[in-house]
């Protein structure tokens, strides 16, 4: 067994074969290493490579995409080299929309191209392209419609379903005119990926789903419709396939409605016909934020939709609706920017909820004790640095200490301040972005914490500047930091930090 916690007795197992009989349980040892050595005090990070783009920089699994998807890099390598890039495109065939397709591990595929990653993109002529994600070869095409504009792609179930979303339908002034009554919302054509598959294609109607339908997404299997009086319903995707499905179609094929299915000019036409509307399985009005779903046992978190509920968040059970003892969650800060709440990327079924000065992780506990079925707890807690004496009073360019006479914002440029918090899960590290005020200039550190005691285990300084008017991204993906950022030109810079053994204690 690779019990032990040290690095050296973990290399000591791997090389007896203790561990390789399973590659899981190698790869297990493995990270743990690669954990121990990045938390040791003789590592550091240091930044190895910079570059800057005129458009949004995006990063995935190893992959550093510039130019909106049309130049890819691998931040994999010590310093990072380019992959491929892509011819450029006419605006009208620039890539609206990507997702990251990791290759299958449980299965073996007919074609050697689908064993591999991908890259699926969404153009701006309604074409969806499956690309090598090494090469950015053309692998497959489909073209979705001649009628509706599709902009975005995003994960029914992660690396296996996926959907494409057109944009909102609109009335034409000609149709406003004719008197016809356009109630399409929008398209939605759904996807399984490796291989390549259309589930079907169906139309959101609002004569079907309400007049006040303004927006729907699917996620693990539910259909979800937002409504423009704040709320959302919730609806069984695998039941409106079965009830709803007039045709199966596969592409490449012939169809009965109309034409070869995912070529041009016909695309994919609608093979789920929703002419009544189907079972809600959860319904809610919210104040802002929407609604998130996830824990064990299963609950929501919402803010009620009143304004006295502004800023708190309530958790409550999804079989009956339950309030959570302790379940309305409230930071009471005094911010510019809210505090945010999500379930925890990993197994446990806990809640981050994080503001400027403090990060809570609870957790949701049954209560036998009481007539409350749940209630939520504090796993753990991660506070900013602060001295409140000290924030009260400031020294002027004489030496002179003066009080002040207005209270500090609870995210104020001159308190360390949180701003970000991910999840590592192959490190099961926390990352932390805390921010400083130095004179005018903001100094940013991430915080790599243990993930089931919330311990500082390390504290990494970035050496670019967090000006707090401008947008950053930080990511945080095994020995490698990654840290994204519009500049004052509107221009963005993507800067790559690698792990390190300090020159100092190098033999």
Request: glycine letters at 6%.
């Amino acid at each position: 067994m690779c019990s032990s916690k040290s690095s050296c007795d973990l290399l000591t197992s791997r090389s007896r074969g203790s561990c390789a009989n399973d590659a899981g349980r190698l790869l297990g040892a493995n990270l743990k290493i690669l954990r121990n050595i990045i938390l040791q005090d003789g590592a550091e990070f240091t930044k190895v490579w910079s570059k800057t783009s005129k458009s949004l920089i995006s990063y995935e699994s190893g992959r550093i995409y510039f130019d909106n998807y049309r130049c890819c890099y691998s931040s994999l390598l010590p310093e990072p080299e380019q992959l491929y890039e892509l011819p450029k495109a006419p605006k009208t065939e620039k890539i609206e929309d990507a997702l990251l397709c990791q290759c299958p591990l449980d299965k073996v595929l007919p074609n050697a191209s689908d064993q591999k990653s991908c890259l699926l993109v969404l153009t701006a002529h309604n074409w969806l392209y499956r690309l090598s994600a090494d090469t950015g070869k053309t692998l497959e095409r489909v073209y979705l419609s001649s009628q509706f504009k599709f902009r975005s792609l995003g994960w029914d179930s992660s690396q296996e379903t996926f959907y494409v979303k057109s944009v909102q339908s609109k009335q034409t002034t000609l149709e406003r005119q004719a008197g016809v009554d356009n109630s399409i919302l929008m398209r939605v054509a759904v996807f399984q990926v490796f291989p390549l598959e259309l589930v079907g294609m169906l139309e959101i109607n609002k004569k079907v789903f309400g007049k006040t339908a303004v927006d729907v997404l699917l996620s693990q299997g539910v259909l979800a419709v937002s409504h423009s009086s704040k709320h959302v319903r919730l609806y069984s995707f695998e039941y409106i396939v079965n009830k709803f499905r007039n045709e199966e179609l596969a592409l490449g094929q012939q169809s009965e409605l109309k034409g070869i299915v995912g070529e041009a000019p016909y695309g994919i036409p609608v093979n789920i016909h929703i002419h009544e509307c189907p079972p809600v399985l959860f319904e809610m009005s919210y104040f802002e934020d929407g609604v998130q779903i996830g824990g064990h046992p299963w609950h929501y978190i919402y803010t009620p939709n009143h304004k006295r509920h502004r800023g708190t968040h309530h958790i409550c059970s999804i079989t009956d609706g339950a309030l959570a003892k302790n379940g309305v969650q409230d930071m009471k800060c005094d911010s510019l920017e809210a505090d945010w709440i999500f379930f925890h990327p990993d197994d446990s079924g806990r809640i981050v909820h994080a503001g400027p000065s403090t990060i809570n992780v609870l957790k949701i506990m049954a209560e036998t004790a009481c007539d409350w079925k749940n209630e939520i707890v504090t796993d753990f807690s991660i506070t900013t640095a602060r001295d409140n004496r000290a924030a009260q009073v400031i020294v002027t360019s004489s030496g002179r200490a003066v009080k002040r006479r207005f209270q500090l914002l609870d995210d104020d440029p001159a308190q360390e301040t949180f701003r970000m918090v991910k999840y590592e899960d192959e490190l099961d590290l926390l990352a932390v972005v805390d921010i400083t005020q130095t004179e005018d200039e903001g100094q940013a550190h991430l915080r790599l914490h243990d993930n089931k005691t919330g311990v500082l285990m390390k504290r990494v300084p970035l050496k670019e500047l967090w000006d707090v008017t401008y947008s950053h991204e930080v990511y945080f993906d095994r020995d490698t930091i990654i840290h994204t950022v519009q500049e004052k030109n509107n221009s963005y810079c993507c800067h790559v930090y690698k792990i390190k053994r300090r020159a100092s204690d190098e033999p």
